[in-house]
């Protein structure tokens, strides 16, 4: 569930100045609350340190885009190089003990950027604009999770999608990521999203047909607990830009890729 504005810039505030702000300490401990009674970091500024750190510039179109030579891309350079060298060896281990190695991915600002549906909206969010955003089917790639997609299924590891958008948006996100070239497994026997109305049984401890009260980490940790218990698959990496992405297990390594713009708790 996305925080509102304010809760939005005091999260954000860690990532752009955390260890100024709050000491490398709280910086690094997930960001999972709020941090202290100081003087939360001024939220004008704030947002200018986002757009330096995307590199944002509307384009001919009026659509806001990071920039490839932004802090932002190449941070994701940094992770993405640190990823392919880890899945390699993963992957070649797995393989040896007859395992078969799997991947997850989460979808919004892991693999499809939305960072132009947050600027236009001040940081905000709202579930109409949203679900019109996402099915235009348009948004830009992350920067090289496309390729870190195609990299683990060319080094045999089998691709997972698992996601909090919901079934009424599939086919849109299907669409958006064969354009950016994330055209691996994207059928519903690999893509994983959110269904309140009619939940799989493996989420029953939170959720059953009519009832859902599953948080993130719940959906998203029970949907990768199903994947190795159920599908028989070892998780090597399990990529994500929020922590609740990441929290509870089932994944040998986790990678948070950065995103200032919102927290999803
Ligand atoms: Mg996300």
Known sequence: MRKSLKAVAAGAACVVAGAA???AGAATAGQSTANSTHEPYNIGQLVKDIDTYYGTTADSNGVYQASEDSPYAEDLARIDG????????AARKAHHRGEKPAVVFDIDDTLLLSLDYEKRYNYTYNATTWNDYVNKADRPAVFGS????????SKGVEVFYNSGLSEAQRAGAVENLKKVGADVNLDAGHMFLKDKANPPAYLKDCATPGTWSCTTVQYKAGT??????????????????????LDGGHADRTYKLPNPTYFVG
């Open 21 to 23: 702000l709050y000491g």
């Open 146 to 153: 496309p390729e870190l997609v195609r990299y683990a299924e």
């Open 82 to 89: 640190d990823a392919k060298r880890y899945i390699d060896k």
């Open 224 to 245: 990768r607990a199903h994947i190795e218990d159920d599908l028989g698959y070892e998780i090597i990496a399990n990529f994500g830009d929020q922590y609740s992405d």
